[in-house]
């Protein structure tokens, strides 16, 4: 899928812990180099995907989220501080995620995705992450990716539950046959504890790394629920809807 980048011996010191994992190794990391994540939103949830993916090396970041930094962030936003609230999200996020590696190639864009946008967003892309809370931005990104055949992560919380699978156009299920329609009454602002959207966020950002170096097995067809109130897990398998207007065919 992407093209293995060499690497630098500053990158090989960086990285040389994760090195030493089986199956990954000095080939994933100069694969995940190559690579072009977009993240959509950079606030809870996306914010600690991208955070983790530069940590781990990726080469390219798309971050996408308009908006300036409100107090009610910082319960959350781990890429936004204090001293910046009234200032760009997504700059916050440019800055931050910079003091942690350099060497990160940045795209940041001011702008949630909607359908004017998304199909230039995802072609960018080698993967997408989709943080976002409102589903006519979940559903505009699940289109595009299916068209474009790219890998789609779905990330998702409300209040101390998440959720998380992984689309592989052609091969598995899409986030419309999971919701042919959006929930009823579902409204931006939700119950959330910033560890809930750490949680999930760190395991969308895992996801997007096996898929981009190949490493184990990703989320495809399965649908990883958990209740963090009594830290139950479920795993349950997903299916094409035959008559869904994205994916059939």
Known sequence: MTEPTALTPEEQAAYEWQ????????????????????????????????????????????LAHAGDIEPSDLNRQLLMTHDAVGTSRVRSAERRLKELNPRLVIEAVPENIDATNAARLVGEADVVIDCSPLFEERFAMNSEAVRQHKPLVECAMYELQAQITTVLPGATPCLACIYPEPPPAWKRRFPVFGAVSGTVGCLGAMEAIKVLSGLGEPLAGRLLIMDLRDMQFRMMTIEQRPDCPVCAG
Do not use: N
């Not at 600690?48 to 970041?61: K, P, S, T, W």
């Open 19 to 62: 090195l030493d994992v089986p199956g990954f190794a000095e080939a994933g990391q100069e694969r995940l180099k190559g690579a072009t994540a977009l993240v959509s939103r950079v606030g809870g949830l996306g914010g600690v995907v991208a955070y983790e993916l530069a940590a781990a090396g990726i080469g390219r970041l798309v």
